[in-house]
């Protein structure tokens, strides 16, 4: 998919082996974390983020598989991710997925799924409801549009799990802490949270 020197373009965290790194801090005090890590640095017009819009915006879902066994490969090499049972993909509206013919998230799972064999449970969670694009809004407009924008969905075979928690890129955290509130009902459920892209 790239050149060697393209992926040297991409910036690596190095969040998966460091215990409080920026990712986990995101959620400090909002929900309570197993362990969480974002693969790349993102930023506008970054190399990750022409990736990330053509998976998003030009039915090119293959960036998907690429960045997810990227991914993959970090979480398998990370002993604190070990303990991690399946993979939830952040859920898109019905419409929103029909219109695009694809969840990215789900993509990325896949590609995490070919290097670091782990069931994913695609609907786990749902969005019941359908909201704007929010990469445009501040931080408190983005959270106050995801409070119960998900839904639990199909539940068995959670209780008791580690979920990792999937999706695209972190900024304020809104949708993933929305995602996570909604698998936290689930009992005895334990989560992380995995992203390709880390934005601050």
């Avoid at 890590?37 to 017009?45: F, K, Q, T, V």
């Avoid at 995801?146 to 990792?164: A, I």
Wanted: charged fraction near 20%; aromatic fraction near 8%.
């Amino acid at each position: 998919m790239l050149c060697v020197d393209c992926v040297s373009l991409l910036p690596q965290t190095g969040f998966f082996d460091q215990v409080d790194n920026p990712t986990e801090k995101t959620f400090w005090g909002r929900i309570p974390l197993q362990a969480g890590a974002a693969l790349y640095y993102y930023s506008p017009g970054s190399l990750l983020q022409e990736i990330l819009h053509r998976l998003k915006y030009h039915h090119q879902p293959q960036w998907g598989h690429f960045l997810g066994r990227a991914m993959g490969r970090a979480l398998a090499d990370a002993p604190r991710f070990a303990g991690v049972d399946l993979l939830v993909p952040v859920p898109l509206h019905p419409d929103k997925e029909k219109q695009r013919g694809y969840n990215q998230a789900f993509c990325l799972a896949e590609g995490i799924a070919l290097t670091w064999q782990k069931t994913i449970l695609a609907n786990a969670l749902v969005r019941p409801r359908s909201g704007k694009s929010q990469t445009k809004e501040n931080r408190l407009t983005r959270w106050e549009q995801m409070q119960n924008s998900f839904s639990l969905g199909k539940t068995k075979g959670l209780e008791g799990k580690h979920v990792l928690l999937v999706d695209d890129v972190l900024t304020t955290g809104a949708t993933l802490e929305a995602c996570a509130k909604a698998l936290l009902r689930v009992p005895g459920l334990q989560l992380s949270l995995a992203t390709a892209g880390y934005s601050d």
